[in-house]
């Protein structure tokens, strides 16, 4: 079990440049999630894959933010123009694939921590 | 109203002592109820995942699930420093998407 991995650990980048994450989930988990997690909160959602399909956007997102999963396994997301208030915790999530029975917990990564200056 | 409602803590109890962790929730759709621990500047990590009422246990570790109160708690028997962490509750409604998340509560366990 290799669990959810996120690269970059780390990253600071001065305000108004663009970033990118990646993302690699559990090999066999069809569902990723990404959040955002600022110190003193939950994770908050930020768009859900079912395996390369978007199906949900947070409408608390800009668009500045994109997020992608080409052929449905790593996925990439995007942040253009970076502004001070982006900076936070970018936590990735894996879900199994439903069988005879749903299942819908989740399964985090390490995250990546973004500092704009 | 707010969906989730979680004391953020601090708690702070002697080694071996029982914890309680508890959330209350207001949306009757909820199904699924999760528990996370959360360690300074890491992921979150599935601690209990529970999809009914009643009592789970694992371990050191009990879930319990009140769903006509809508009222959930993590049980932490024994307690060790290493358990100091943020705890989090996480609910589903069953939709496949986003997870809705308490504040998490703050843990400190003192040799």
């Known amino acids: 079990d290799t669990g959810v991995s996120q690269n970059p650990r780390h990253k600071i980048t001065k305000r108004g440049q663009n970033v990118t994450f990646r993302c690699d989930p559990i090999?066999?988990?069809?569902?990723l999630y990404w959040y955002r997690q600022t110190l003193g909160q939950g994770p908050e959602f930020l768009t859900y894959?079912?395996?390369?399909?978007?199906?949900?956007k947070s409408r608390l997102l800009s668009d500045r933010f994109s997020a992608e999963r080409p052929k449905g396994s790593f996925s990439t997301l995007e942040i253009q123009r970076t502004e001070q208030g982006d900076s936070a915790m970018y936590l990735c999530?894996?879900?199994?694939?439903?069988?005879?029975?749903?299942?819908?917990?989740?399964?985090f990564g390490p995250g990546t921590r973004l500092t704009v200056t | 109203q707010k969906e989730v409602e979680q004391d953020p803590g601090p708690l702070s109890v002697p080694e071996g002592a029982i914890v309680s962790l508890n959330c209350t929730y207001s949306?009757?759709?909820?199904?699924?109820f999760m528990w996370y621990r959360q360690y300074s500047r890491k992921g979150p990590e599935l601690l209990m995942y529970?999809?009914s009422s009643g009592n789970k246990e694992d371990g050191r570790f009990t879930a319990q699930v009140d769903k006509s109160s809508k009222y959930i708690s993590l049980f932490i028997r024994d307690s060790q420093p290493s358990d100091s962490a943020t705890y989090l509750c996480?609910?589903?409604?069953?939709?496949?998407?986003?997870?809705?998340w308490g504040l998490g509560t703050s843990l400190a366990v003192n040799p």
């Open positions: 999530a894996s879900s199994p694939k439903w069988g005879q029975s749903p299942r819908y917990e989740q399964y």
């Open positions: 090999s066999e988990h069809n569902r």
């Open positions: 894959f079912q395996n390369e399909a978007q199906l949900e």
């Open positions: 949306n009757s759709a909820f199904q699924y």
């Open positions: 529970t999809y």
């Open positions: 996480a609910f589903n409604a069953g939709n496949n998407r986003k997870l809705i």
